[in-house]
């Protein structure tokens, strides 16, 4: 580990360059596409943009992107792929993951959070602080478990879904692609792609009715 470039500077940036330097990243730098307007990124510096970033590629010895959309993360994880970019995952030495646990690349593990044996984290995956993934889930790419989300046993997530803060998802439920779990709420039944969902037990929103 030397040299690692996070693009988004934004305050799960800092989170990722906290995590980073955690994890015996030495060299911390950020692109930003609001550069040049904004120069640093409080106790880090930003080099650039996108484009940037892209052109400068062989400098680092690993990228991650720190962007909390879920749509524009999978989109800045393309472009970045496709130009051969050491792209990295982070999982936090606070954090716990089974040795059986597969997490795929690009995706971040923050402090105490919890991936249990035999779940399955997909590429560009945010499990953020103190939440829990449990034996057997499956969590697909570009999606968001935001902190203190607890999923249970077998339950699946779908790509680009976000749950959110302290929600809780019953076990072997599934969550669509593109689906939002409102904070707090609590999941007993499958969720459908696209649809958001709150309340204990949680139901559709007015207007995502389907």
Not at 69 to 76: G, W
Not at 133 to 153: T, Y
Request: hydrophobic share 50%; net charge neutral; proline share 3%.
């Amino acid at each position: 580990m030397s040299r690692l470039a996070i693009l988004g500077a934004s305050g799960h940036g800092k989170v990722l360059a906290d995590c980073a330097a955690l994890c015996g990243w030495h060299d911390i730098v950020f692109f930003d596409d609001a550069w040049p307007t904004l120069s640093s990124n409080r106790h880090w510096s930003i080099l650039g943009g996108t484009s940037e970033l892209l052109g400068s590629l062989t400098q680092f010895n690993g990228v991650v992107v720190a962007i909390g959309n879920n749509f524009i993360r999978q989109q800045k994880l393309g472009q970045l792929a496709a130009a051969g970019a050491p792209l990295v995952k982070l999982i936090h030495p606070g954090a716990f993951v089974s040795n059986y646990a597969e997490v795929g690349e690009a995706s971040v593990i923050l402090a105490r959070a919890v991936v249990n044996v035999d779940a399955r984290i997909g590429v560009g995956v945010i499990v953020n602080t103190g939440s829990i993934i449990e034996h057997d889930c499956q969590v697909g790419g570009a999606a968001h478990v935001s902190p203190g989300a607890s999923i249970a046993g077998g339950a699946r997530v779908g790509c680009r879904a976000w749950v959110g803060v302290g929600a809780a998802i019953k076990q072997l439920v599934s969550i669509g692609q593109d689906a939002i779990v409102g904070a707090g709420a609590v999941v007993l039944s499958d969720v459908r792609d696209g649809v958001t969902v709150i309340g204990v037990p949680a139901r559709p929103m007015e207007g995502h009715l389907k």
